[in-house]
């Protein structure tokens, strides 16, 4: 039985170079991880059980990995609730479970760090869950609130502005 525990791991490599094994199973969550095994098996690698497959994610520090890891394997014994559009309710635990809402309940930094594994590591659930907390976050915010909190400039804001607005303006002389 104990083989049984070591069969079908791949290890999860974290920006500062930090290992997570994780069962193939549980880690094919990941849609990255499913191309990334894929490719293994295209180059005929000799381990099949996949033991030996590292998958670097470089851009994923190893906190935010840990908590990635700790949502999988948690969505493999219970899933979760799918979000439904439109919200019926503006309390996370009512849309889905407690674990999840709790999950969710982390710093900002962290959770846009997750927000930003999700997307790379390409896992649905997850992005859908930390995209969710993260418009709760920003629900009745002003627009100069919400500019701070995504770290984008009235600079920036302004450029954009004029770049529509010097479009908009090619585009009705075309038209007359």
Not at 16 to 29: N, Y
Not at 50 to 76: A, D, T
Not at 143 to 167: G, L
Request: with cysteine.
């Amino acid at each position: 039985m104990d083989e049984d525990n070591t069969v079908g791991i791949v290890k999860l490599v974290s920006k500062e170079g930090d290992i997570f094994p994780l069962s193939i199973e549980i880690a094919k969550l990941s849609n990255l991880v499913v191309t990334t095994l894929g490719e293994e098996e295209e180059h005929d690698t000799d381990d099949e059980d996949g033991n030996n497959v590292e998958i670097p994610l470089s851009n994923v520090r190893s906190s935010v990995l840990e908590k990635v890891v700790q949502y999988c394997v948690h969505y493999s014994k219970e899933p979760m609730t799918p979000i439904t559009t439109p919200l019926q309710t503006l309390d996370m635990a009512k849309i889905v479970q407690k674990w999840y809402a709790d999950f969710v309940d982390v710093d900002q930094v962290m959770m846009f760090e997750l927000v930003t594994a999700a997307n790379f590591m390409d896992i649905k659930p997850l992005l859908d869950l930390t995209c969710l907390a993260v418009s709760f976050y920003i629900k009745g915010k002003s627009a100069d609130e919400i500019r701070r909190i995504f770290n984008i400039s009235n600079e920036s804001v302004s450029q954009q502005d004029a770049v529509i607005t010097e479009m908009s303006e090619g585009a009705d002389e075309e038209v007359v």
